[in-house]
């Protein structure tokens, strides 16, 4: 059964209003007809079963009526990925993945190592990267992909997370060093988790002594030096383990 994202403003009691890429992809790549039955997702954790009445034109939106509905609850911890931002396309993968494995959260951050603004229709491409990937692993609940904010902003938000971690492979020898699974087996049921992974190059030391003055407990995953996309999916993929996200 093929899965489309809805915003909540387009679904009402019995009918879902189906537009924009959306629609395209229903109409002209799949060429869903009347009758078909489809999987509505609204990113807010409602999932509708609905009947296909009308595919609509180019100039009028997809209909379809509502068959059934469940709600799915967040699933708990929040795991929120605050990541440097990498070059080319290294972000798309990051999103794709993460979002496969269950964060809920996305905050693409500027560091000294990680300068670059996203423009506006490569944060768009993005999106639709996460909605995507929403669609293609059945979740219910879409992840919130914030704007781009500075590495201080970001500190400045962690006294709402109840975890904090910063992957810092430079540590692996000093005493302060802690592997992810170590630090994350000792906390019970956290709340609320925040993640930082550095671009490439990793945060400098400045950024890190800060973000551990901000509560950050330095983590590693191992003695391997990772690519900064291969460390966001790494860790991402310990959290959703250790705590069944």
Request: charged content about 20%; some cysteine.
């Amino acid at each position: 059964m093929h899965t489309f994202y809805v915003p909540p403003p387009q679904i009402l009691t019995d009918t879902v209003t189906i537009t924009g890429s959306e629609q395209h992809h229903l109409r002209n790549v799949l060429r869903l007809t009347s009758g078909v039955t489809v999987r509505i997702i609204d990113g807010q954790g409602s999932v509708y079963i609905a009947e296909v009445l009308d595919t609509g034109t180019n100039r009028v939106s997809s209909a379809a009526r509502i068959l059934s509905h469940e709600s799915h609850a967040k699933v708990s911890p929040a795991l929120t990925l605050f990541q440097g931002l990498p070059k080319n396309d290294k972000m798309e993968l990051i999103l794709q993945k993460t979002t496969e494995i269950g964060v809920a959260q996305i905050v693409p951050i500027h560091s000294e190592h990680a300068l670059q603004n996203p423009s506006q229709n490569r944060y768009e491409r993005w999106h639709r990267v996460v909605i995507s990937a929403t669609k293609q692993c059945k979740r219910a609940w879409l992840p919130e992909l914030c704007e781009s904010q500075t590495f201080e902003a970001s500190l400045a938000q962690l006294e709402k997370f109840s975890l904090r971690l910063i992957l810092n492979p430079q540590i692996e020898q000093e005493s302060q060093a802690q592997h992810i699974k170590t630090v994350l087996r000792a906390r019970s049921q956290p709340t609320s988790i925040a993640l930082f992974v550095g671009p490439e190059g990793g945060f400098s030391k400045q950024e890190v002594t800060a973000a551990i003055e901000s509560g950050c407990i330095p983590v590693t995953l191992g003695t391997n030096i990772l690519r900064t996309e291969t460390a966001a999916i790494v860790a991402v993929a310990i959290a959703a383990y250790e705590y069944q996200l």
